[in-house]
């Protein structure tokens, strides 16, 4: 049996336990839990775990008494890196959400705990662990694109009213959707072209499409508007856009959204980065985007070819630049995080199994972040940014295709 002990048994964590770890180990029991919601962190339990659960009133309690074989810090955004930092000294294995840190001081704090820790970390990046951004990861390690030469990535997110109208919509929580959402896509793309991000360029638009002045706190139900409005169940029912509203949703037009001066998530956002091999690349992001404009993925081009890929079609492409061929394949789509997050878990029982390595460190975590941070400094202040870099040696472990070719993992 594994013992698992939980920080913040929300709606993500709970349903990787259920329906991702438990597949993979079906004898993992969730033993302990800090969470200040009780009751509803115990709702979310699967019926083996409900009996045997102690609710404690802090990790070093819940690491005292629980036994643990591993720890998962499932919180908002905020409260990750002061989780981490303390559970770095047990040394145990950990399951970390994203994003590890939502400052620099927070990230320089995860830093330091985990240059002295023991514990190996998951960082919860599906994305660079999905079979698609394997397999892309593959072919440019095998030379599909010569030197990589160039990354533009994007993400048209199809449920980006979630960021204006759930809790995600506290700026003070997330800081901004580069550090909420772009540190999954800025991971894969230094993990991709082999490189960590040095120096970036970033612009945001704030405000001119979510926010604005309907009263706070406002819901459909007790909006007159509702009917007319494309941010209502109506309309997102109407059109079969996939979006939902969730009980205790607020209006995505509130002005307790914040606004561009007080700090509030940015309708989209685009960075131009270097890379330390010399490369350069685009990211951008975009939030109001529905249905069928639905995309998220890459082109790395080289002198010699061109690797390019989507999550949402589920196809990668390779095209030779100086032969007559193209090579799509599409190796499986609708899974879960693109099946990253069914691939994290095999990592994390192995992890605690001892029988495994994790392929998304705490350095890529915090790497990301920095990357991330140097990004909304950018778009604040319209200056290039240098990005901080994590120590050398993680560094290098980080990037190099040669140690996973030797691991077998590439
Ligand atoms: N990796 C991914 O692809 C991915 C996908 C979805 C969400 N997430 C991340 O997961 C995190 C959680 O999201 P969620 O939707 O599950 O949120 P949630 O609100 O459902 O869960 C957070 C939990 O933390 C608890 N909590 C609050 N304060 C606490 C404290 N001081 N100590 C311990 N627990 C506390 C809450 O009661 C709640 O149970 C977010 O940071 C989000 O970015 C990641």
Redo the contacts with the bound molecule.
Sequence with gaps: MIRLGV???????SGLIKDCWREVEPDLRVVGI????EA??RSRLDECDRQTIVFYKDLKSMVGKAKLDALAI????N??APYAAAAAQYGLPLYL??PVAVSMEQAVTVEKAFNKSKSEVVV?F?LRVSPLCSLARGHIAGGAVGTPEHILAVNYVPYGSVYFNS?YRDFRVTQGLFL?KATHDLDYMSYLVGSPIVRVAAMATRGRVFGGKRPADLVCSACDEAGRCFESPESYNRTNSGETLGDGDKCAFGEDIGSPETGMNEDSSSALVEFASGMHGVYTQVFYSRGAAAARGATISGYHGTVSFDWYTGEIKRVRHHEPSTDPEQPGKDLS?FGGDGELAHDFIDLIRGKGRTRTTVWAGIQSIYACLAAKESSETGRFVDVKQVADTAHRALYAYEEEQAKGTL
């Design positions: 920080i913040g048994h929300g709606l993500r964590i800090v969470d200040p919601d509803g962190a499932g919180t908002r955004c409260l990750h959400e994203k919860s599906p809790a909420q995080h």
